[in-house]
């Protein structure tokens, strides 16, 4: 099992910048692929950005690409989120999430272990 903990949220600005963290526990981190989804109130959760199943390449949602980039320290056991040029549209609660098989990035439904959630809120 996979233990995932989200930080780094908060209130920003439009335009400003925040960068997101997410420690997970145990030693198989690596066997895992990574992914970031958020939730605004009253939508569906989106996929925001994800690793595919070998790690050499990083995927994004249209409305993030080219603001948001995912990386990864695995001697940290963590996956970060940097996320440049805000908008008061990415006000949402983001997500981690790891997935054990080579499946579908961008379904929240393949992804087996989630985190609690870190609330991001982009002021106008």
């Known amino acids: 099992q996979v233990q995932l903990v989200e930080s780094g949220g908060g209130l920003v600005q439009a335009g400003g910048s925040l960068r997101l963290s997410c420690a997970a526990s145990?030693?198989?981190?690596?066997?895992?692929?990574m992914g970031w989804f958020r939730q605004a109130p009253g939508k569906e959760r989106e996929f925001v950005a994800a690793?595919?199943?070998?790690?050499?390449?990083?995927y994004y949602a249209d409305s993030v690409k080219g603001r948001f980039t995912i990386s990864r320290d695995n001697a940290k056991n963590t996956v970060y989120l940097q996320m440049n040029s805000l908008k008061p549209e990415d006000t949402a609660v983001y997500y981690c999430?790891?997935?054990?098989?080579?499946?579908?990035?961008?379904?929240?439904?393949?992804?087996?272990?989630w985190g609690q959630g870190t609330q991001v809120t982009v002021s106008s």
């Open positions: 999430a790891a997935r054990a098989y080579n499946r579908d990035y961008d379904k929240d439904y393949e992804y087996d272990y």
């Open positions: 145990g030693r198989t981190f690596r066997s895992y692929a």
């Open positions: 690793f595919s199943w070998s790690g050499h390449s990083t």
